[in-house]
């Protein structure tokens, strides 16, 4: 069992969640999410999610769930934040940039949600981080996460993070959803996820919206992101100076040509 544990999330584009906990209760988190805790709270680096799945099988069991972490991209070892006071303590974790923070209670989902690899902030003690590996090479070269997905698996409350703007669909029997691969959230794990190619030579080459879609269908729900954070990485770097040494006169008039006055 999960340690039930009571949150509140904070802010609007840049968000955190606070997190309240009893007594010896205890939520994980990607190493670095902690934004602010209170006095009592302590902290401990652990291999693995801390999960009764990992820890059952001892340090073999803690390997493996460490291990598939790193094969996700995620760091080998993850933060447990324990309330050792004798009365309430929070605990408060930041999204790494502009977007919203989900609450997903699994029992809501079947105690399984597959999301994509770097959407996971934190989680109750007992929620196992495992990894989802997609059914068809295909989805795996092309999808845009790679060829492995996260699953989270338990009965306990976990928190995904994602960038802009986030909309939940749900799909019925045979409904498909086409999107960017990127944009692609979170799923239930009855939903079949494939990649299928635009077609047609122009769109391919003048529609710039990638060679590959994906295609969500049901029964199930999905969560979808307007801003993926490569589309905004790639965004401010395209937006860069190409030379770090030289200054950016975007809202000069002179422009380019007022440099001269500075030599």
């Given at each position: 069992?999960?340690?039930?544990?009571?949150?509140?999330?904070k802010?609007?584009?840049?968000q955190?969640?606070?997190?309240?906990?009893?007594?010896?209760?205890?939520?994980?988190?990607?190493?670095?999410?902690?934004?602010?805790?209170?006095?009592?709270?302590?902290?401990?680096?652990i291999?693995?999610?801390?999960?009764?799945?990992?820890?059952?099988?001892?340090?073999?069991?803690?390997?493996g769930?460490?291990?598939?972490?790193?094969?996700?991209?995620e760091?080998?070892?993850?933060?447990?934040?324990?309330?050792?006071?004798?009365?309430?303590?929070?605990?408060?974790?930041?999204a790494?940039?502009?977007?919203?923070?989900?609450?997903?209670?699994?029992r809501?989902?079947?105690?399984r949600?597959?999301?994509?690899?770097?959407?996971?902030?934190?989680?109750?003690?007992?929620?196992?981080?495992?990894?989802?590996?997609?059914?068809?090479?295909?989805?795996?070269?092309?999808?845009?996460?790679?060829f492995i997905?996260?699953k989270?698996?338990?009965?306990?409350?976990a928190?995904?993070?994602?960038?802009?703007?986030?909309v939940k669909?749900?799909l019925?029997?045979?409904?498909t959803?086409?999107i960017?691969?990127?944009?692609?959230?979170?799923m239930?794990q009855?939903?079949?996820?494939?990649?299928?190619?635009?077609?047609?030579?122009?769109?391919?080459?003048?529609g710039?919206?990638?060679?590959?879609?994906?295609?969500l269908?049901?029964?199930?729900?999905?969560?979808?992101?307007?801003?993926?954070?490569?589309?905004?990485?790639?965004?401010?770097?395209a937006s860069?100076?190409?030379n770090?040494?030289?200054?950016?006169?975007?809202?000069s008039?002179?422009?380019?040509?007022?440099?001269?006055f500075?030599?």
């Open positions: 069992m999960a340690h039930e544990v009571d949150y509140e999330i802010g609007n584009e840049m955190f969640v606070e997190i309240e906990l009893d007594p010896r209760e205890t939520v994980v988190a990607e190493s670095g999410a902690m934004m602010m805790m209170d006095n009592y709270i302590t902290m401990d680096a291999f693995g999610d801390g999960s009764e799945k990992s820890q059952s099988g001892g340090f073999f069991g803690k390997l769930s460490a291990a598939k972490r790193v094969i996700t991209g760091s080998l070892f993850m933060t447990a934040f324990t309330n050792t006071g004798m009365t309430k303590q929070k605990v408060a974790f930041a790494p940039y502009p977007g919203k923070i989900l609450p997903m209670d699994l809501n989902y079947g105690g949600l597959i999301c994509q690899k770097d959407s996971f902030l934190c989680c109750a003690k007992g929620v196992s981080i495992g990894i989802a590996f997609t059914k068809k090479l295909g989805t795996g070269f092309f999808g845009g996460e790679g997905l996260q989270l698996e338990g009965d306990g409350l928190f995904i993070h994602a960038g802009g703007t986030i669909r749900t019925m029997p045979g409904e959803l086409k960017d691969t990127g944009c692609l959230v979170a239930t009855n939903v079949n996820y494939d990649i299928q190619f635009v077609g047609g030579i122009k769109n391919a080459v003048f710039g919206e990638g060679l590959f879609f994906a295609t269908t049901g029964p199930g729900e999905v969560w979808i992101q307007s801003l993926p954070f490569s589309k905004l990485a790639s965004r401010v770097y860069a100076p190409q770090m040494g030289k200054s950016v006169d975007q809202g008039v002179l422009g380019s040509f007022g440099n001269i500075e030599r």
